[in-house]
């Protein structure tokens, strides 16, 4: 396929003429920042938050290293804290990746995220591939075992880290979130042999740096549209002719690309919104 226009326009022609059925939506922390979660590498964002606060770490990235959350887990939970405490809804670019969904369009949707927002904005899990895991679950860093969602919780928004409870074992409790150091879900690499079927792949809030999820884009075939999504430009993505990057705010550029291709796209993702 060739976009007719390279712009947002020739994307939502694209969509419109029937002819694109396999979408895959690669998505970061930027679809997440109207929720009121911040991403990693903005300004504002968690390392940027972490540098200006008291938090001791050598790097910010430490608190995501494992060698680093065996020794002090307490800088991890002092930063993840507020994301078991609060209630996030949604944004319209998670919708919107539903919606996508509703119209049979939606080859799957790989998310660095671990908020689980697009679970709770109706994608379905067979459909979703959380590559660097979720904070929905947890487990001992010593011996393997889960522990409880509440007992969890509980500890986490009182302050404290959350400990193991197996007998004589007193681990530190982690969410199943991937540390660097750590490898990806199996779901990851098995899904890797099918994004040689895709028609259109959209990159979205993300700034593509971190590997191996960055390396998922060049896994599309060469004549597959790539369309990053992003208030910023991303590198890596322009060297192929079918690649388009639209420089913006996610969720407006969604308003706009439903209003762009028509039919009941805006009216359908305005019921999602309401829903
Ligand atoms: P980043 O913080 O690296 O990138 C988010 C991107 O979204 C940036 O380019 C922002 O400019 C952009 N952005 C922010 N708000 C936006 C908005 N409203 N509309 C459009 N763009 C917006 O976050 P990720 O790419 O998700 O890994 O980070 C990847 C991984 O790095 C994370 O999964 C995490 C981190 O280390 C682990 O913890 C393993």
Redesign the pocket.
Known sequence: PRLATKDLEGVTQYIASGRCKNIVIMS????S??AGIP????EG?LYDIMRKSNISVPRP?DI?TLSYFKKNPNPFYQVVSQLYGGAYRPTLTHLFIRLLEKKRILNACWT???GDLERLAGVSSWRLIQA?GSLDTQRCTTCNSKLDDRKMKQAVVSGEVPICEKRGCKGFVKPD????GETLPLRFWLNLPFLKRVDLLIIV??????PP?AFIADRVPTSCPRVV????S?WGIGGRENDLQCI????EMVRWLVQLIGGYWKAQLDALWKE
Do not use: E, P, W, Y
């Open positions: 970061g922390a930027g679809i920042r109207a991403d990693f590498r903005s964002g990235q995501f660095q995220n671990v660097h979130i991937v540390f660097f809030g993300t700034s593509l740096v971190v999820f999504v992003n208030n910023k991303v913006g705010d996610c969720d």
